[in-house]
């Protein structure tokens, strides 16, 4: 069954950064998008960044030039490089796969709070 378990969350000062980690099996990785979501309490989980297989990244607005997402294939592991943290990075960070016909997979998640 596909598998998506995050890591690498935690508490940082503003400013500061975390590495997460999103390892995946049951899939042949290489073959899709995958996805970094968060969900702060209160509010709707949103797109944070995504990379296609092509290795073609895309984020929302408020982390470009913060947030980098890049894949290595060969360990089947996507990874979100977040600098500069804001308090209003706090939140949730979701790890998320999209297939065809067997529908959408999220891990469990991984908090990550930005305080002082």
């Known amino acids: 069954q596909v598998q998506l378990v995050e890591s690498g969350g935690g508490l940082v000062q503003p400013g500061g950064s975390l590495r997460l980690s999103c390892a995946a099996s049951?899939?042949?990785?290489?073959?899709?998008?995958m996805g970094w979501y968060r969900q702060a309490p209160g509010k709707q989980r949103e797109l944070v960044a995504s990379i296609t297989r092509a290795g073609t990244t895309d984020y929302e607005n408020s982390v470009k030039g913060r947030f980098t997402i890049s894949r290595d294939n060969a360990k089947n592991t996507v990874i979100l490089q977040m600098n500069s943290l804001k308090f209003e990075d706090t939140a949730v960070y979701y790890c998320?796969?999209?297939?065809?016909?067997?529908?959408?997979?999220w891990g469990q998640g991984t908090q990550v709070t930005v305080s002082s």
């Open positions: 998320n796969v999209q297939i065809t016909l067997l529908g959408n997979f």
């Open positions: 049951g899939i042949n990785f290489s073959r899709y998008t």
